[in-house]
Every structure is written in structure tokens, then in C-alpha cells.
């Protein structure tokens, strides 16, 4: 079955560090695969997502580019803010037999990202 | 900007009661999930819907029961409460194009005492 193995956290920087948080998937065929964020007492916001290989998605300084060879969408920002402390979670979302999309999303487990000042 | 709501936002019920946590949307989206999210993070699907009518079990077994009878209305009950059942539940859809991923309401913390 589908699967999303996330870095294990958490991961503590001091702010302006450089991040980096690995993911790493397992799909049937061709995934759609997504970054969310979760702030302190809120529910998962979209952070970034791409459609197909070689695409970057990006969003508020966030990147991550879809490496079809290494299944890979590693999430990374070159300067944290304290602003940026929340849980981020990979996820796949795999087409149906159609190539259309049921919806469901795999996720990893989350990574815990707190930034200091 | 998603528009899912969720409500309560937090909830503290005894042993044995039966709740009903609300979860709706105004986007017109045909597809809803219920997520539990356990203090470890991890998000577990418990049940989700294709439309009017539909619904599904989860990869998480879960003793919550839901219904579809409108598609902006997706709400989960719990016939009787627990302290195991405990926990973050997170309600979310989606549009039917692939590749927009899922929308999420706040979540509702419950704690059974």
C-alpha cells in the first residue's frame, strides 16, 4: 500500500538556521504529493504541493521539488523564524484506476519544528 | 481561503455520554473525512464520504458512527463515551480535481472524564 515516511523529530533551530525535513514515499502509480502545517490548537493548513515530477512547490519561503527517482519531496527553507515553530506533515494523495483522485491522503507522521530567537 | 467549520472547538463530557461533533462545509465539495489525530500527532482516517449517502470506515477502526445526509454536512457521533476515545478529531474535504489536496477545519479537542 501507499506510505510516507517523514524525519523524526523534533527538530530544533535557532532562527535564520537553514531547514531541511526529509520524506520519502511509497505509491502506486503517479502520486500527487503535499506539505501541510499545523500551528499550536489549529487545524492542517496547505503549505506546498506538486502534481508531477520535477515540479518545486513553494510558498512562504518554503520549497520542495518531486524527485520521481528517489521518491523523494523533502521540505527546506533557507532562514527559520520563530514564526515558523508549528508540525509539518508530508503527504500522497495516489490516483484511482482512472487517473482521476478519491481524495484520500496518506500522511507521515509529522515532524515537530520549534525555532528559537 | 477553505471555509470547513468545525464546532465545538473543545469539548470535556463524563463517561457514558452521547455526543455529536459537527463538521461542515460551504465549498460544495462532495468529499469528507474524519481524522483522529492521537497527542503523538499522527493523523489516523476514521471514516470519510464520497457524497450524499456515502459513507465509509477508515484505515482506524473507530466506535463513531457518521452520516451524510446533506453534502456541506458531515457530522460524527459517539453513542457513549469514553476516556479512550480522548483525543483531536479533524474534519476535512475535498475538491474532485486531483492534485488540490484536502481542506481542514480548526478540530475539536475532546476530553472524556
Known amino acids: 500500500g501507499d506510505s510516507v515516511t517523514q524525519m523524526e523529530g523534533p527538530v530544533t533551530l535557532s532562527e535564520e538556521a537553514f531547514l531541511t525535513i526529509n520524506c520519502t514515499y511509497t505509491a502506486t502509480g503517479y502520486p500527487s504529493l503535499f506539505w501541510y502545517v499545523q500551528y499550536p490548537g489549529e487545524g492542517l493548513q496547505l503549505l506546498l504541493k506538486a502534481t508531477k515530477a520535477d515540479d518545486k512547490g513553494s510558498n512562504k519561503g518554503f520549497e520542495a521539488t518531486y524527485r520521481k527517482e528517489t521518491t523523494s519531496f523533502h521540505l527546506e527553507k533557507g532562514s527559520v523564524q520563530v514564526s515558523d515553530s508549528a508540525v509539518y506533515f508530508c503527504a500522497l494523495s495516489a490516483p484511482n484506476a482512472g487517473g482521476t483522485s478519491y481524495g484520500k491522503l496518506t500522511f507521515g507522521q509529522g515532524t515537530i519544528l520549534t525555532v528559537h530567537p | 481561503e477553505a471555509d470547513i467549520y468545525q464546532t465545538p472547538r473543545y469539548l470535556v463530557i463524563g463517561t457514558g455520554k452521547k455526543i455529536t461533533l459537527e463538521c461542515s462545509q460551504t465549498m460544495g465539495h462532495d468529499k469528507m473525512y474524519w481524522y483522529q489525530q492521537d497527542p503523538g500527532m499522527e493523523l489516523h482516517l476514521i471514516h470519510y464520504?464520497?457524497?450524499?449517502?456515502?459513507?465509509e470506515k477508515g484505515d482506524l477502526s473507530s466506535e463513531s458512527t457518521v452520516s451524510r445526509i446533506r453534502t456541506e454536512h458531515f457530522p460524527l457521533t459517539l453513542e457513549s463515551a469514553r476516556p479512550s476515545h480522548t483525543s483531536q478529531y479533524l474534519c476535512?474535504?475535498?475538491?474532485?480535481?486531483?492534485?488540490?489536496?484536502?481542506?481542514f477545519g480548526p478540530g475539536t479537542r475532546l476530553t472524556v472524564t
Open positions: 464520504s464520497y457524497g450524499v449517502n456515502s459513507t
Open positions: 476535512a474535504s475535498s475538491p474532485p480535481i486531483r492534485g488540490l489536496g484536502q481542506y
